[in-house]
């Protein structure tokens, strides 16, 4: 029998998909969410979804939502602290402005058909949704300061509705090693090297 590896320094493990959408036809990005789901934390376990709007590349207008949602504010805070520092995609565009927003979540999935994360606050409502599961993959990377392991399914579609409103935008694929801007991360674990 093979001896198990232990590593220690986990930071977070849970789930971490991501939307990115993109003006259509072109390389600007309307919408960009990352949502969190931490099983373990230092902070404890919850919720926390990381977004931004466009409010006119969208078309969500005066309802298109920059900041954090959270149904545990510390971590919300905790993720951007830790986990956003090199991401340049994100940083500088306000989410961090003010504290967690209260929120709960909803999620209902169909295997490869559709995953989907509702976001309920006292008076805002947002649907995120991947859907048509491309492929599924192991990947392991080594940013600054931390190792990441998870189980990648990149998507063909997704999108987000704010209030019902649908967010103007579409993924783009191929995109990164993710293969696609729309993308489900499972099993996602982020230890610190």
């Known amino acids: 029998m093979v001896e198990p590896i232990i590593q220690r320094g986990i930071k977070v493990a849970g789930e971490n998909p991501m939307i990115i959408l993109y003006r259509p ?5 309307v919408v960009l969410v990352s949502m969190w789901t931490a ?3 230092p902070v404890g376990s919850g919720r926390a979804l990381l ?3 466009d409010p006119d590349g969208s078309g969500l207008g005066s309802d298109a939502p920059i900041g954090m949602y959270a149904d545990n504010p510390e971590l919300a805070e905790y993720v951007w602290e830790h986990f956003y520092r090199d ?3 994100i940083r500088g565009l306000g989410i961090e402005t003010s504290p967690p927003v209260p929120a709960r979540f909803v999620e209902v999935s169909d295997g490869d058909r559709f995953y989907r994360i509702t976001c309920v606050t ?3 409502t947002i649907d995120l949704e991947w859907r048509d599961v491309l492929d599924t993959f192991q990947v392991i990377t080594h940013l600054t300061g931390f190792e990441t392991s998870a189980i990648a399914r990149p998507c063909a579609a997704a999108s987000v509705r704010v209030n019902g409103t649908p967010a103007h935008g579409e993924p783009h694929h191929p995109e990164g090693w993710f293969g696609s801007s729309a993308a489900l991360a499972f099993a996602e ?3 610190e090297t």
């Open 39 to 41: 099983r373990y934390s």
């Open 122 to 124: 006292a008076t805002t």
């Open 189 to 191: 674990t982020w230890r």
């Open 25 to 29: 036809g072109s390389d600007d990005i």
């Open 51 to 53: 977004i931004w709007a």
């Open 87 to 89: 991401y340049d995609t």
